[in-house]
């Protein structure tokens, strides 16, 4: 299986912070943007089941959308 990054897309930034796996990204969610687990239980669910998700206002103070990034896509970032 080739190696996928996943990307993090915060508010209205373009330039994503990549992660090498889902459970990093939400490692990261939880201890600097201090998400509250349930919430990332919801997001991670999304993430492996289409590939994406989005967590927006009211229920985060900013959009975030993680998303699953071809390895070829990952260098355009």
Do not use: C, K
């Not at 009211?58 to 990952?74: C, E, I, K, M, S």
């Amino acid at each position: 299986m080739p190696f996928r990054w996943i990307a993090l897309y915060q508010g209205a930034d373009t330039h994503p912070r990549l992660f090498d796996s889902l459970e990093r990204a939400l490692e990261y969610l939880a201890r600097q943007e201090r998400l509250e687990e349930h919430l990332l239980d919801a997001l991670a669910t999304r993430v492996l089941s289409l590939g994406s998700g989005d967590l927006a206002p009211p229920v985060t103070r900013v959009n975030y959308r993680l998303t699953y990034v071809r390895p070829g896509d990952a260098e355009a970032l």
